[in-house]
Each structure stands twice: as structure tokens, then as C-alpha cells.
């Protein structure tokens, strides 16, 4: 398709292109060999997602889906139970690699607590009560925050604990899908952390809105970071100077305050959306679900306009990012309105 208009790309966060500053960094960065011992830059960076995720350990993965692979692998035996959110990553997103290469079967759990999360007594009964005779194990919880189905809802502080503590006396483990956590913290104005109290494990993405061309963490006790490392190289993940690319994901944990940018310009987006006709939800961060008639025709009819979007589920999904400023939004919003 030939446009006429420059395309503005909200089709996801992840359309970002490294600048110059990030260049810089990644060009200028001190590297190893980071599969036979030790690579300063990526090394630097694990020791700094650690600490902001409020984890003793992290390890560097190439994608976010290697890095709940990871977890989802060594918390998993073949045959077990887990809970995930309807709609989660892990779920819909990573091409049923949790059952096929992890070995767990997954079991849904609606969002009766609000937008990407279940409530206390939901998720009490989803796991439910050891069966007698033969009972199947249920032995993980996944959470997802932000939850990217359920349009970027965040999951503040305490209803995490009330879950993490539902999920900790039935003996669950707990692994925290936070490829955008950065996003809930900075929507709650609470450290990532405070979002990753109780759990064993939690993943992270700095692609996603952050301006990095790769990379995430996986992050966990250091003992599961030890035994991380192992399946990461058996996953085919062990990256060798791989500081170059650490080196943009160091420049991308600096800009996480920034996102407060993406996230008025998603609310400025859902308000034009809603003045439009297109019933828009309040975004709680950078994504925008609009109910649509059609949505696929809505897609090819927005892409006509030079306004990239993506069809999920009977509605539009906008997302904003650091390459879409506020007036992009207006542009994208005068286009809508005037068909041109
Ligand atoms: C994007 C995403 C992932 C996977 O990250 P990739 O780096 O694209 O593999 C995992 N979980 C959620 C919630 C995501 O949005």
C-alpha cells in the first residue's frame, strides 16, 4: 500500500527505532564473552534490573518470550497445572510454547477482579482442591502486568499481595509476566519492585516502549538465575559480546520515566477516539482498545489513512510509544475526523 500521508505506527511499542544516543551507547559499549565467562556491559545491566525489580538476581534474554520460556521451564514439571490470566502472553502470544516445550498445561483464569487480573476468591477457586485418588498438580500462577490483552490494566500493589498470598498458601509458585512493568510503575507512581513483591520470578522487556532493538530479563533468587542460564543456553540464547545490546537496554531503563509521555498521549488518543464515535476505554498506560462494528475493516480503513493499527478480538488496538508525540496524536486524530 502506497501512502500518501507519512504512516503513523501504533501498531505496537515494540515499532521503535534505537536513536542516536542509544547508538552511541551501543557502539561505545565494553564487551566479553558473555557465554564462555563474562560480558561487563551485560553484566552491568543484570546487576541494575536486579535491583530496580527488587530481585536478588538477573539474567539477559534476547525477547521477552525466551525469558517466560525460561521461568515457565524450570518452574514446570511435564504434566502440571498453571494459572494464567484469559488472554495472557504466555497463553495467547508464545504459540503454546508453555505446554510444548515447558510441559505445563495451562488452565485460563478470568479477569473477575477487575481489567488483567482475577479476584482473591477466583483465583482460590481456579486452583481449586487436591481431587482425591490421582490429583493433577497445580503448581504456578502467572500473572501479567500490565496485562496486554485487557489494553495495558495495571495491578496495583495490594491487590498483588492478596493474590501472591492466595497463591503462597496453596503452595503455588509465582512467576510475573512484567513486559511492561515499567509501564504499570510508572501509571502507579510506585517503584517496579513494589510490583514484584512475593513472586520467584519475574520477566521484563526493554523493547517495548523503551527505545531498545532487543532484550529482557528474567529475574529470580540466585539460584534460579543459576539454573536460568543453563536452559537460556539450551534455549539457543546465549548471545556472546552481547553487550552491544545490553548497552541499549542500559539507556532504556533510564527513559522509563518518560513513558508518562506515551501514556497521557494513549489518554489524549481514547478521548479523540470517544469524541469520534469509537467507544475507547480510559487507558490505565499506552494501549487503546476501541470497540469497532468491524474491525478488521476498521484496520484496513485506518491503514488507508496512513493510521497502522492491529485487529484483536473484535476491536482496534492503538498503542503509543516513544515515536508517537502528541502531535502525531492530533495529526492521527484529524485524519480520523476529516477521512484524509
Ligand atoms: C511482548 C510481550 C512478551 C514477549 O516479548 P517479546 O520480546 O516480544 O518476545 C511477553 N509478555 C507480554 C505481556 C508482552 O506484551
Known sequence: MTFTLPPLDFRSDTVTRPDDTMR???????????????DPTIAELEERAAHVLGMPS??????????NLVALSLHLRRGDRFLATRGAHVLANELGSAAWLAGGMPEPVEHDGGPGRPSPDGLAAAIGRPAPYFPLRTS?????????????AVTPPDEHAQLLSVAKEAGLTVHLDGARIWHAAVALEVPPAALTVGVDSVSACFSKGLGAPVGSVVAGSAAFVQEARRMRQMLGGGVRQGGILAAACLVALDRVPEL?????????????????????????????????PDSLAAQTWLDSLGIRSV??????????????????IEEALRRLKTGA
Open 260 to 292: 508518562a509521555e506515551s501514556h497521557e498521549n494513549a489518554r489524549r488518543l481514547a478521548e479523540g477516539l470517544r469524541e469520534y464515535g469509537w467507544p475507547a476505554s480510559e487507558p490505565d498506560t499506552n494501549i487503546v482498545l476501541a470497540e469497532v
Open 24 to 38: 552511541a551507547a551501543m557502539a561505545s559499549a565494553e564487551v566479553g564473552d558473555n557465554v564462555l565467562d563474562h
Open 140 to 152: 504456578l500462577l502467572c500473572l501479567e502486568n500490565t496485562h496486554n490483552a485487557a489494553g495495558g
Open 58 to 67: 538477573a539474567l539477559w534474554v534476547p525477547s521477552g518470550t525466551m525469558a
Open 311 to 328: 485487529a484483536v478480538s473484535g476491536r482496534v488496538r492503538f498503542v503509543t510509544h516513544r515515536d508517537l508525540s502528541a502531535a502525531d
